[in-house]
Every structure is written in C-alpha cells, then in structure tokens.
T-cell receptor, first 112, second 114 residues
Framework: GENVEQHPSTLSVQEGDSAVIKCTYS??????FPWYKQELGKRPQLIID?????GEKKDQRIAVTLNKTAKHFSLHITETQPEDSAVYFC???????????FGSGTQLTVLP | DGGITQSPKYLFRKEGQNVTLSCEQN?????MYWYRQDPGQGLRLIYY???????QKGDIAEGYSVSREKKESFPLTVTSAQKNPTAFYLC?????????????FGQGTRLTVV
C-alpha cells in the first residue's frame, strides 16, 4: 500500500520567516495530495491541495509543490505568523486502493 | 459546523468492554472514514466506506468493526480484541473516493480505557 513519510516532525521558526515541510510517497499511481492543519484540540482542516497534473499551487502565503518523478511534495508557508502554529499533515490518495494515507505530522511553532 | 458530527467527545471504557463511537454527516457524502490519531504517528486509517452497505479495512482494522446501513452514519465499534484502544478517533467524509475531493473531519472522540 501507500507509504507517506513527512519531515521534520517539529519545526520552529521566527515570525516572518518561511517554513517548509516535506513529504515523500511510495505509490506512483497516487494523484491527489492534500495538506491539513490541525490546531490544538481541533479537527484537521484542509488548507491546500494539489493534483498530479500540476507542479505548483499557491494560495496567498501558502504554496505546495509536487515532483512526480521524485515522488515528493512540499508545503511552503511564507511570512509566518503566530496563528500558523499548529500540526500540519500531508496526505496522498493512492491510485489503487483509493484511500487517503497521512504522514506523521509536523508540529510548527512560530516564535514571536 | 462542517456537517459531520462525532459523539461523544470523551469516552471512558473498562477493559474487556466493547464501545461504539458515533459519526453522522449531513453533507450527502458517499465516502466515510475512521482514523486513529496517536502522538507522533499521524492519522492511521481503520476502516473506510465508499457506499452504503459496503466498507473496507484500512491499515489497522484489527480489533475494530464498522457498519454502513445508512449513508449519513458510519459507527465504529472498538472491541475487547483491540489491545491498545486508548487514542483519539477521527471520522471523516468526502463526496466520493473516485473524485479527488476534500475530506471533512469531525471534532473527534477521545477514548480512554480505565
């Protein structure tokens, strides 16, 4: 089945700096890659997603890049703010089993 | 709030007892999922259902059971066979699995075995 690895597990940045979280996947048939943000005590919520026919997608301060050849995708957050502090999960929708497999999560802390 | 509701928010169970977690959605979504969240391990898939009266095992189905008798409901039973049931359980739904669409999560149920 699909295997998604996410790094780093924790990340601290100064307010205003950029943050990058990286994920790799194993199933070359996977074609949908969402990113979820989970604030403390709350449910995960989708912040951005990318499909396999696109290499990059941006939404204000958030961007995601996808390298299908290398089977990795990354989340970029620019001009970080304290409210960006949360756990971020990447995921991949496997082409065969049609199930969403999540990475292990990254605890992002933005220091004021 | 998101149209998917889990209950209860907190649940305590004695060892050896079965317990059922509720998940209801009013989004008219075909697909529903159960995930288990443990610290440092992300979200692991327990079971998923693409359509009423059909469901498939995920990566960690042992010790769990589900049913999908109605489109809007996907209850999860944690049986006494689950060796380490204390965890945070999240239910999610999406329009369907064929189209690559957003999964909406419930607020979760924290299960503690005492």
């Amino acid at each position: 089945g699909e295997n998604v690895e996410q790094h780093p597990s924790t990340l601290s940045v100064q307010e205003g700096d950029s943050a990058v979280i990286k994920c790799t996947y194993s199933d070359s048939a996977s074609n949908y890659f969402p990113w979820y943000k989970q604030e403390l005590g709350k449910r995960p919520q989708l912040i951005i997603d990318i499909r396999s026919n696109v290499g990059e997608k941006k939404d204000q301060r958030i961007a995601v890049t996808l390298n299908k050849t290398a089977k990795h995708f990354s989340l970029h957050i620019t001009e970080t703010q304290p409210e960006d502090s949360a756990v971020y999960f990447c995921a991949a929708l496997s082409g065969s089993a049609r199930q969403l497999t999540f990475g292990s999560g990254t605890q992002l802390t933005v220091l004021p | 709030d998101g149209g998917i509701t889990q209950s209860p928010k907190y649940l305590f169970r004695k060892e050896g007892q079965n317990v059922t977690l509720s998940c209801e959605q009013n989004l008219n979504h075909d697909a529903m999922y159960w995930y288990r969240q443990d610290p440092g391990q992300g979200l692991r898939l327990i079971y998923y259902s693409q359509i009423v009266n059909d469901f498939q095992k995920g990566d960690i189905a042992e010790g769990y059971s589900v049913s999908r008798e109605k489109k809007e409901s996907f209850p999860l039973t944690v049986t006494s066979a689950q060796k380490n049931p204390t965890a945070f359980y999240l239910c999610a739904s999406s329009i369907n699995q064929v189209q690559n669409t957003e999964a909406f999560f419930g607020q979760g149920t924290r299960l503690t075995v005492v």
